[in-house]
């Protein structure tokens, strides 16, 4: 009698499970697709022709230049983009772990292969830890902003780029990013004054709905009141903290109609803007402010969970607050649970089942 083996299943089914495989968060996508590939011919043939396979790709900056495994990744890159065939590309770069002394390099070749296929990399995520990179690599790097075209959608910069490079090549960047819904910007990128013009001229942000910027960056914004985010529906800022953080953050805080989600860190932040919040006509929508630190008192917290209290959907959240006693940690205990019953309502009576 003849047993069918796995491998007279058909392609689509494996092609199926591969995918179901390739899914695992924990693991590289890729890896996981070159290690299913390297099991036989037959399913190598399948993984090689499933482009859905290769929508993400990972590469590490190493730290030396004289590196062998720098070009072994630029081609490894290149490759991966390739079998993904237009499809979209989520493309993480990280400085290598525990390098922290040593300057992280991103050569020619690798950013050639991502601008080459910058049309569908829907998520590009680049980190050198907010290192500065060598001359070099600038010079790549801002040849590598100067796209024709992209497909971005989510785009996260933790580099330390001098204003010359920030000014011109993240403004062209984000003109070309027509479908941007998210960025995130981070270590020195945008803290000079060239960086900071580029945001405004390029005025493309009106379709962004997550955005992650600094305290300073936040209240050049607002000077300039060319820029305008009324889909924005979350909005994380950071330090360094600047003299009359509250004031400005208050009112910048127009700029976003939409805004849901307010998260500060490093903020200091104080009575003067939890009273301003207490007027729902500044973004009506808000429904949950993240405080690391803050020194505000319990009147001012107790005031605002008042004011945002109908509907009871309001929630708030405070680490690190000295100035908070009893009464202020019970309001926003009290402010947590009323949004839980109310998101989560009990069954009615009538469904109850009767004894």
């Not at 697709?33 to 396979?53: K, M, Q, T, Y």
């Not at 939890?274 to 993240?290: M, S, Y």
């Not at 019970?330 to 009990?346: D, G, N, R, T, V």
């Amino acid at each position: 009698m003849n047993v069918p083996t796995v491998t007279r299943l058909p392609e689509d089914v494996w092609r199926h499970v591969f995918l179901l495989l390739v899914k695992d968060p924990t693991v590289s996508q890729e890896r996981t697709a070159l290690h299913l590939g390297s099991i036989c011919r037959f399913w190598r043939e399948i993984v090689l022709d499933a482009p859905n396979l290769w929508t993400s790709a990972t590469a590490l900056l190493l730290s030396s230049k004289s590196d062998a495994t720098l070009q072994v990744d630029s081609e490894y890159l290149s490759w991966v983009l390739e079998r993904a065939r237009n499809r979209p590309v989520e493309v993480i770069l990280r400085s290598a772990p525990f390098d922290s002394y040593i300057i992280p390099h991103m050569e020619p070749d690798l950013l050639a292969a991502l601008a080459q296929h910058m049309s569908h990399i829907s998520r590009l995520d680049i980190s050198t830890n907010g290192r500065m990179l060598p001359t070099e690599s600038l010079t790549a790097f801002d040849a590598f902003l100067q796209v024709t075209e992209s497909g971005l959608e989510t785009l996260s910069l933790d580099v330390h780029l001098p204003a010359t490079v920030s000014s011109y090549g993240l403004m062209h960047l984000l003109r070309m990013s027509k479908g941007l819904r998210s960025l995130a910007v981070k270590g020195q990128i945008l803290s000079e004054m060239g960086g900071r013009q580029s945001i405004r001229e390029a005025q493309v942000l009106g379709a962004v709905e997550t955005l992650d910027i600094s305290y300073p960056v936040l209240e050049w914004l607002y000077h300039t009141r060319t820029l305008q985010m009324p889909l924005l529906k979350s909005l994380r800022l950071c330090g360094p903290a600047i003299p009359g953080q509250d004031i400005a953050i208050r009112k910048a805080l127009p700029m976003f109609p939409s805004l849901e989600e307010l998260k500060l860190f490093n903020s200091l932040v104080g009575d003067t803007l939890f009273r301003g919040l207490c007027d729902k006509k500044i973004v009506p929508n808000l429904r949950r402010l993240e405080v690391d630190v803050g020194i505000m008192d319990d009147d001012a917290v107790v005031g605002l969970l008042e004011a945002r209290s109908r509907p009871p959907t309001f929630t708030m959240i405070c680490r690190n607050c000295l100035n908070l006693t009893v009464r202020g940690r019970k309001a926003l205990a009290k402010a947590q649970m009323q949004e839980s019953l109310y998101l989560y309502p009990p069954a009615s009576s009538s469904s109850e089942p009767r004894l």
